[in-house]
Nanobody
Framework: VQLQASGGGLVQAGGSLRLSCVDSGRTFNRYRMGWFRQAPGKEREFVAGISRSGGGTYYTDSVKGRFTISRDNAKNTVYLQMNSLVPDDTAVYYC???????????????WGKGTLVTVSS
C-alpha cells in the first residue's frame, strides 16, 4: 500500500473541496480507508472512514452532514468531499489504510502524506 493524497488548498468559509487519495499498490480493496486531520498544536483526529466495499461509512460528529467519504476500488482511490467548510476545518488531512476494526490513528497500518486544507473566514 502506497498512499498519495491530494486536493487540499485555500478556500473561503462555506466553500467546498474534494480530497483524493490514490493507492499505487494492488491490495486497496482489502483495506478499510480513513481520513484524519491534524490542526496546528492538536492531536491527529479521525474525520471519516469507509468499509472495504464502500457500503459502510463513519464520521466524526463535527463533519456529519457536511463531509462525504467514498471510494472507487477500480481506481484504488478514496475521496473526501467537504462542503460548508468552516475555519475549524483547517488542518493537514491524511488518508490511511487499516485492516483492523476501529478508527484510532494508532490502529492504521499505512499513512499517506498529508494535504493542507486552509479555510479562511
Amino acid at each position: 500500500v502506497q498512499l498519495q493524497a491530494s486536493g487540499g488548498g485555500l478556500v473561503q468559509a462555506g466553500g467546498s473541496l474534494r480530497l483524493s487519495c490514490v493507492d499505487s499498490g494492488r491490495t486497496f480493496n482489502r483495506y478499510r480507508m480513513g481520513w484524519f486531520r491534524q490542526a496546528p498544536g492538536k492531536e491527529r483526529e479521525f474525520v471519516a472512514g469507509i468499509s472495504r466495499s464502500g457500503g459502510g461509512t463513519y464520521y466524526t460528529d463535527s463533519v456529519k452532514g457536511r463531509f462525504t467519504i467514498s471510494r472507487d476500488n477500480a481506481k484504488n482511490t478514496v475521496y473526501l468531499q467537504m462542503n460548508s467548510l468552516v475555519p475549524d476545518d483547517t488542518a493537514v488531512y491524511y488518508c490511511a489504510a487499516t485492516q483492523s476494526t476501529g478508527w484510532f490513528p494508532s490502529g492504521m497500518n499505512y499513512w499517506g502524506k498529508g494535504t493542507l486544507v486552509t479555510v479562511s473566514s
